[in-house]
């Protein structure tokens, strides 16, 4: 990138940049004065450019207290031109307002700097010499009128002309653009800069045919396109200077051509601003443009060597890529170290050999396609979106075939035809460690069917011999079998009592076995039945049992039959089991609420109490079998653990869900919903029922853990 005037003065001292500047263009204005052929006229190239650039070198502040020597120069300069005051002071208001205008234009869009990049830079350009030149028309035509002795429309065009060519020709020397190195060879360059100066001197001679100096247009473009920014820039203020001295001097080809044709002599200046503004315009947009471009070739150079690094580093991956004809054209470490082939090997061949002709074959069938040993359509509908990432077989050098995750993309190649990129990883060691995890998650699920399945028989196998002991027992108690102390009768009651809970235990198992078992609506012992009644019985089971006369307990039916097929022993299970927890877990103050509702979709079974609640901790592991809660054990609570698991297994035979929502110390609520109609072909099982929003998994209502 080339620096402009204004960056490289803000390395030393921006103040000293402005006034050397300011001083430079009253030079430059004043070494015309010898010329002058009347009041009102600027003759020459008067430099307003460069005092547009000292300000752009200061601060927005530093620049508006320069702005009045600008107003200072102009106005002592059209003096000494013989100018009367009042039209001096016009001329300096006005060239002082154009370079303002065109400041404030420009560091609006940035006041950092001024850069010539792309078509914006070129905008910012060409808008800011037209903004300059339009403030100049009027006070040229204010200032022509006052002055009376020239004639206003030629005064004020020249003054406005001279304005804009101006800002044309100086704006480029304190803007930034991108530099570019010369693509001639140095015999082009030194043929180029010869010719140039041979036109220049050409230029030196009058002449009355214009089509001479219009040659010097495509020298400058030659330079603009083939030499460096730097140098072009450089050639095109050299002709503008020669130009312009010699046209101020009255001499050259432009002075030649108004005496030829008997014109006005400030013809000769217009046509000379005319001039160089044009060399500026088009040497520098065509500076910009071949700059820009190498820009972007230089930037997509560095991005493809950036590309080719990280391809050449990502040993971990498979990057191959084919041409439009489908041969293997790039080949990266990552693809030698997983594949076993060097590039030398593979390039120019197809990527097909990197498979079996069974694993091409598998990938089409999985495909869908018509013809699955069609490699190149295997390739095409791959290219698919939602194919990234696909697993694909691939054959090493030593025949040795593993998994990748493979992706195929299409890219547009150096030609513009497409290309196509692959990437793959192996994932061999990740696909059998899923394998081997499967294998291990079946074989639990076996385990655990086996498990219940013991459980189940030997429930059933203990279900005689402890209704046999029970027999026995009463027979003992109620004397049959002869007299009994007290201590024999203290004895056997404590035989009787754990025989009743171990036969309690075989009936929650064999319940939770039922209703796992269970795997569709309409299947076992389903029956049509009014829900309420199961409702009434599976409470009435429950709370007898309890003897809790001080304790509340509430009970709510609707009124009109609610019709329900199932298992009747199983629902009413999932009541007492529910009902039963609550009344344990409730102090004799407390209360137990239990509710059926119903509507056109489903019933809803809710129990709430105002317990001791679940720990939070403790409420992920409510549904575990023999969980038992810490509080329940700390006040020795009597339970087997399988309640809330029969729960649990009876809801997912219907398909319902279970909302829970607890804490310790005020109390559980839990919300059962079974729909009436359940889908012929349900889901799979998951670990955990739907929870209510705002309820934590796991955390079970009148559900502390029995």
């Not at 930034?176 to 043929?191: K, Q």
């Not at 396109?225 to 130009?243: S, T």
């Not at 729909?675 to 502390?704: C, F, K, W, Y």
């Amino acid at each position: 990138m080339i620096p402009g005037l204004l960056e490289r003065a803000r390395l030393g001292s921006g103040t000293v940049g402005s006034l050397a500047m300011l001083a430079l263009s009253w030079f430059l204005a004043t070494v015309t004065l010898p010329t002058s052929a009347g009041v009102g006229w600027p003759e020459g190239f008067w430099p307003l450019g460069l005092a547009l650039g000292a300000l752009r070198i200061q601060p927005t502040a530093t620049a508006r207290l320069l702005t009045p020597l600008v107003t200072l120069m102009v106005g002592v300069t059209a003096l000494a031109q013989g100018a009367d005051w009042d039209v001096a002071v016009v001329l300096a208001l006005t060239a002082t307002a154009a370079v303002a205008v065109t400041e404030a234009a420009l560091r609006h869009d940035d006041p950092s700097t001024f850069t010539l990049k792309g078509t914006h830079g070129l905008l910012r350009y060409g808008l800011g010499s037209l903004a300059g030149g339009a403030v100049l028309l009027p006070g040229g035509l204010l200032a022509a009128t006052m002055d009376g002795d020239v004639d206003v429309l030629l005064a004020a065009g020249g003054w406005t002309v001279l304005g804009m060519s101006s800002f044309a020709a100086y704006l480029p020397l304190f803007a930034s653009m991108h530099d570019h190195r010369p693509v001639a060879p140095v015999v082009e360059l030194w043929l180029q800069r010869a010719l140039l100066l041979v036109f220049l001197a050409m230029f030196a001679i009058p002449a009355d045919s214009p089509p001479l100096i219009l040659l010097i247009v495509p020298i400058l473009v030659w330079a603009a396109d083939r030499a460096r920014a730097g140098e072009a820039l450089a050639q095109l203020y050299l002709v503008i200077g020669v130009v312009g001295l010699l046209t101020s001097a009255g001499r050259g080809t432009l002075s030649g051509m108004a005496k030829a044709y008997g014109v006005d002599e400030h013809w000769a200046v217009i046509v000379q601003s005319v001039f160089i503004m044009v060399l500026a315009v088009v040497t520098v947009t065509v500076m910009v443009r071949i700059g820009e471009q190498s820009f972007l070739v230089d930037f997509a150079r560095a991005e493809r060597d950036r590309l080719d690094a990280v391809v050449q580093a990502a040993t971990g991956t498979a990057i191959i890529v084919t041409d439009e004809d489908v041969l293997i054209s790039a080949w990266n470490p990552g693809a030698e170290r997983l594949l076993g082939y060097s590039a030398d090997e593979v390039i120019g061949c197809s990527p097909a050999m990197l498979h079996s002709a069974e694993a091409i074959h598998e990938k089409g069938v999985e495909l869908g396609l018509d013809d699955p040993d069609d490699f190149n359509l295997i390739c095409a509908t791959l290219l698919r979106p939602e194919h990234r990432g696909t697993l694909y077989r691939f054959r090493r050098k030593d025949g040795v075939e593993r998994w990748h995750s493979f992706t195929l993309n299409v890219v547009a190649g150096d030609t513009g035809a497409a290309a196509f990129v692959a990437t793959s990883e192996d994932v061999t060691e990740r696909i059998e460690n899923e394998h081997a995890l499967a294998r291990t998650l079946e074989r639990l699920k076996e385990v655990d069917r086996l498990k219940d399945t013991f459980v189940s028989s030997i429930s059933h196998e203990l279900r005689t011999p402890m209704a046999s002991i029970g027999g026995y027992l009463e027979l003992l108690l109620e004397g049959h079998l002869g007299v009994l102390s007290g201590e024999q009768r203290q004895a056997l009651g404590r035989v009787q009592a754990n025989n009743n809970r171990l036969g309690s235990l075989v009936e929650d198992l064999l319940t939770l076995s039922r209703a796992q078992a269970m795997p569709t609506w309409g299947t076992v012992d389903e029956h049509q039945m009014d829900l309420r009644e199961v409702v009434v019985d599976g409470f009435e089971m429950a709370v007898p049992a309890l003897e809790r006369p001080d304790l509340k307990l509430e009970l709510r039916m609707p009124e009109e039959r609610v019709d329900f097929a199932g298992s009747r022993q199983l629902l009413e299970s999932l009541v007492s089991n529910l009902v039963g927890n609550a009344v344990k877990f409730t102090p004799d103050d407390g209360s137990v609420l239990a509710e059926l509702t119903s509507d056109d979709a489903e019933v809803q079974i809710v129990v709430q109490d105002s317990g001791i609640g679940i720990p939070v901790d403790e409420q992920e592991r409510l549904f575990d079998n023999f969980f038992r809660s810490s509080i329940s054990v700390q006040r020795a609570i009597p339970g087997t653990g399988l309640g809330l698991s029969i729960v649990r297994a009876v809801v997912r035979a219907y398909q319902g869900s279970i909302a829970i929502d607890s804490a310790e110390g005020r109390g559980t609520t839990v919300r059962v919903r079974l729909p009436l109609a359940r889908a012929e072909n349900p889901g799979p099982e998951t670990d955990e029922p739907v929870h209510a929003t705002g309820a934590r998994p796991g955390a079970g209502g009148s559900a502390q853990g029995e």
